[in-house]
């Protein structure tokens, strides 16, 4: 059990930036590696990030490539997803979510999920 919380979403502009945290608590946060998904209107749930337990390592969907950063600050219990050059198409509900499967883009790999945060660019 890992409780996660979501936080940063918001509206914005196309070309906009906009930073995403997600909080846990827990003892053992270190111990997982972590992803964003996201799920648009109508639309499956969509890997967007993941990254590793010490950071060293990220994945990133081909949509989200150059334009998104994730990170993670263990000390801080808290994962990062830095959004730069927004575009409509990134217009979800935005999740981050627990793995012990580093780097999967199986939505059912994840074991904790948060109750995510809204997105939404405007045109």
């Known amino acids: 059990q890992v409780p996660l919380v979501e936080s940063g979403g918001g509206l914005v502009q196309a070309g906009d930036s906009l930073r995403l945290s997600c909080a846990a608590s827990?003892?053992?946060?270190?111990?997982?590696?972590m992803g964003w998904f996201r799920q648009a209107p109508g639309k499956e749930h969509e890997f967007v990030a993941g990254?590793?337990?010490?950071?060293?390592?990220?994945y990133y969907a081909d949509s989200v490539k150059g334009r998104f950063t994730i990170s993670r600050d263990n000390a801080k219990n808290t994962v990062y997803l830095q959004m730069n050059s927004l575009k409509p198409e990134d217009t979800a509900v935005y999740h981050c979510?627990?793995?012990?499967?580093?780097?999967?883009?199986?939505?059912?790999?994840?074991?904790?999920w948060g109750q995510g945060t809204q997105v939404t660019v405007s045109s």
């Open positions: 979510a627990t793995t012990t499967r580093t780097g999967s883009k199986w939505k059912g790999a994840y074991d904790y």
């Open positions: 827990g003892r053992t946060f270190s111990s997982y590696a």
């Open positions: 990254i590793n337990w010490s950071g060293g390592t990220t």
